[in-house]
């Protein structure tokens, strides 16, 4: 009598968690792609600006299929500013010139 190599519940057991990375991944996110992502938004707003930031955890939309963070410059942190990708063409876009402005006219 040959055994096989899976038992019937290992398979099961792999399909399983196989769902459930799957799961996972739909609604956070490849760990490596928010890496790569963070990276790339901090290129982004020190090409833009000129200045130093630092960004915050990396969130990810799995309704636009995006990524998004929050980011402060080095200088003052408590100048807290949305940074994230259009959900139409995922282009970064930032909004510190905004909250630079909103700030000013308080």
Do not use: C
Request: charged share 25%; no cysteine.
């Amino acid at each position: 009598m040959k055994h096989p190599i899976l038992s019937k519940k290992s398979l099961i057991l792999i399909i399983f968690l196989i769902f459930l990375i799957g799961i996972y991944f739909l609604f956070f996110g490849l760990p490596w792609k928010s890496i790569a992502h963070k990276k790339q938004f901090e290129v982004y707003l020190e090409d833009k600006y000129q200045i130093d930031f630092k960004l915050k955890k990396m969130d990810y939309d799995f309704m636009h299929r995006t990524y998004l963070t929050y980011a402060y410059p080095v200088s003052d942190p408590t100048l807290v500013f949305f940074v994230g990708q259009d959900i139409e063409n995922k282009e970064i876009h930032d909004l510190y010139l905004y909250e630079l402005e909103k700030r000013m006219f308080k």
